[in-house]
């Protein structure tokens, strides 16, 4: 006799924190397979984990604490075995992931301006208004990130942890969103990664790229 169901209902704490939408995914994935139940205790743990700490570390120094999400980012992908990343498309100059919509916190806002500041980068707020008012959502003259100046984002180093984790694996003609629907994209994905960026929703302020600025500004 076949087994029943495992349960229709989210394991207890799956709604308790907010997750990425990759990582929304992937725990839904293991939510299919009763055997899944110790990996998803483990992912729901360590994104409690993480907030503990990122908050005692945001009550130190917040700028600090987006620096070492960065560093710990940049990790997770270098130590990524390199069958993972082998399909990965995504090189300098190709720029098409800076005309979709961008989340940011508050914190990576914050070390954004500041980096202007002390970079002598212009931020044009203006336009950055007239965007915030036309949104992301589609297309348009508005899509263009801020920080995107002669084919180069302007601001790598402290680039959003948006932009830090996204990578592309299927054809990067479909990243045109001025052609293409933005879903159709396959992506590169790190559990490491998104359990750090899903800690963080849980402890700042998340919000659009321009909107978010803007209130920086
Ligand atoms: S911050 Fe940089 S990488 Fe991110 S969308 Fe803007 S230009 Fe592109």
Redo the contacts with the bound molecule.
Sequence with gaps: MPELPYSFEPVPGYNAYKVTTMLRDYLELLMENPENRSTIDQILKLINDYIVQLKNLRAQNRKETILQIDQAIDHFWLRAPEENKKDIQCKSGC?A??F?D?EISRDEAKLIVDYCQENEIEIDKSYLVEQAKAGRKTFSSLSR????KNNM????PV??I??RKHWVKTDPALCDFSNNVINQIGGYFDVNTEILASALLNVDETGS?EKILLSEL
């Design positions: 720029t992931c800076c979709i961008v990130c801020v920080f995107l984002c302007s601001i790598y680039r959003p948006a932009c790229f």
